[in-house]
């Protein structure tokens, strides 16, 4: 079974199932549209 490989909307990085992640899903007139997955916290964004 293939997986469906999801990318980040901010970084753009795949997004593997062991990182954190939110789906944002857009619905306009009551109607699903899209939907989009972000990482929780972008790889790129830590800071230390």
Known sequence: MEQ???ACLKCKKDILEKDLH???IYVV???FTEHHYEHVECP???TI
Do not use: G, M, N, P
Request: net charge positive; glycine share 0%.
């Open 4 to 6: 469906l490989k999801k």
């Open 22 to 24: 939110k789906i944002i």
């Open 29 to 31: 007139q009551e109607k």
């Open 44 to 46: 790129d964004k830590f």
